[in-house]
């Protein structure tokens, strides 16, 4: 029975299965935080399986579009539960992927030699935040479209070209049918592109192996990732499916904004425009800086920070675990975006506005003054 | 003796957590096991996470008090 598996998992696409997904070698001392990974690749698969389905009833276009999300509330035999798991699972793949961005900032993963990963991982955020941000237009009610008016005015702040861009971004003059029917159509589009990088962030790991809680190369001691990670990471993905079924069925409009709930309004502008909570930090950044083109520089420097992280990380020690210094400051940097996260959806008046701006200087300080200086601080302590 | 590693493939089938006993020592001393991994960061994320965290929503909320009787009186 053994050899009669082992010869069928010998076979050349089933060989690749075998080798990336059962035979796969892991270090023995994985900790559940390793096991976001493959969680955030379940919430991709439910969101693309579910937008499919979602896209079979609903209309692109601005007179339609809300009325079809409304169908499908109603009328479409299952379809609150298709839509809630598609907003709701949008939430879930941030929760999801920022705790796995926060795992591999702690334990050094984006170091040498698994610098292709930490970066293809960065283009996936970038992604999957355009997806999220066009995704959230498509229902047409009021923060969609004053949202996508805030969001994609930025453009306008780039010198010389920015207005013909935010023109050539809008269709038009306006965020009107023309935007709605390109964003719904990139929104199908990008959740593939998604999946396309999420193979090579996964091909690129795999060159090398996972890092480990200890940051020390684990090449003797591993285990196969069949069954004992498969196992673990099972764990995990219960765990999440509770979490997830909490919001679907008692919760659902919770990480939502009231104000979408109303049809698209060009004459009526909401009190206040709040992006979706998993954008509020960079929105925070955004408006600390009281310069329009300042803030968008601002928002590119929060992913060149991250894409030049392995670059400019100077310590020879990669786990936080015995990185006392650093961990004070990471837990620093969670405090500031949780803090950065309640600054953006606070008017802009005193005392958020100065706040947000301690927060993103403490932000970009941590990313390219601290982690750059940290290692040499370390091996100056080390050597005395 | 030096050990000798084993071909993964050769074992993959044969090993069964379960069969190789690794599963008996899952809740052994599990006590220790969870008040060290809960205090193991707990004085960094009390001091450098938690009371940031508060201490900055106390006082933007304080602030807004304070603002709020300013105008009031």
């Not at chain 1, 790991?205 to 196992?231: E, M, R, W």
């Amino acid at each position: 029975m053994i050899m009669k598996r082992l010869s069928f998992l010998k076979q050349p696409l089933l060989a690749a299965v075998n080798d990336h997904l059962i035979d796969y070698p892991t270090p023995a001392n994985l900790s559940y935080w390793w096991g976001f990974g493959s969680t955030a690749g379940i919430c991709l698969i439910l969101q693309i399986l579910t937008g499919i389905f979602l896209a079979m009833h609903y209309t692109p276009h601005i007179d339609l579009a809300f009325l079809s999300v409304e169908h499908i509330m109603r009328d479409v035999e299952g379809g609150w539960f298709l839509r809630y798991m598609h907003a709701n699972g949008a939430s879930m793949f941030f929760i999801v992927v920022y705790l796995h961005l926060l795992r591999g900032l702690y334990y050094g993963s984006y170091t040498s030699p698994r610098e292709l990963v930490w970066i293809v991982g960065v283009i996936i955020l970038l992604l999957m935040i355009l997806t999220a941000f066009i995704g959230y237009v498509l229902p047409w009610g009021q923060m969609s479209f004053w949202g996508a008016t805030v969001i994609t005015s930025l453009a306008s702040a780039i010198p010389v070209v920015g207005t013909d861009i935010t023109h050539w971004l809008w269709g038009g003059f306006s965020v009107d049918n023309a935007t709605l029917n390109r964003f719904f159509s990139l929104h199908y589009l990008l959740p593939f592109i998604i999946a396309g990088a999420s193979l090579v962030h996964i091909v690129a790991l795999h060159q090398y192996g996972s890092n480990n809680p200890l940051g020390c190369s684990a090449t003797v001691d591993k285990i196969p990732f069949y069954p004992y990670l498969l196992l673990k990471d099972l764990v995990g993905w219960v765990v999440f499916a509770i979490f997830f079924s909490g919001f679907i069925f008692f919760a659902p409009n919770l990480l939502g904004h009231p104000d979408n709930y109303i049809p698209a309004n060009p004459m009526s502008t909401p009190a206040h425009i709040v992006p979706e909570w998993y954008f509020l930090p960079v929105y925070a950044i955004l408006r600390s800086i009281p310069n329009k083109l300042g803030g968008v520089l601002a928002i590119g420097l929060v992913f060149v920070s991250l894409l030049i992280l392995p670059f400019i990380h100077t310590s020879q020690i990669r786990s936080s675990s015995f990185r006392p210094l650093h961990r004070k400051l990471f837990f620093l940097l969670v405090a500031d975006c949780l803090l950065l996260g309640w600054i953006g959806c606070q008017p802009v008046e005193d005392p958020y506005v100065l706040i947000g701006q301690i927060a993103s200087i403490y932000f970009f300080l941590y990313f390219l003054v601290a982690m750059p200086l940290l290692g040499k601080v370390e091996q100056f302590l080390l050597q005395k | 003796m030096a050990k000798i590693p084993a071909r993964l493939r050769s074992v993959t089938y044969t090993l069964s957590p379960m069969r190789t006993g690794v599963m008996h020592g899952l809740f052994k001393d599990w006590a220790s096991g969870m008040a060290k991994r809960v205090t193991e960061n707990a004085v960094d994320v009390g001091l450098f996470c938690a009371l940031p965290t508060i201490a900055t929503v106390m006082y933007a909320s304080n602030y807004k008090e304070q603002e709020k009787l300013h105008h009031r009186y």
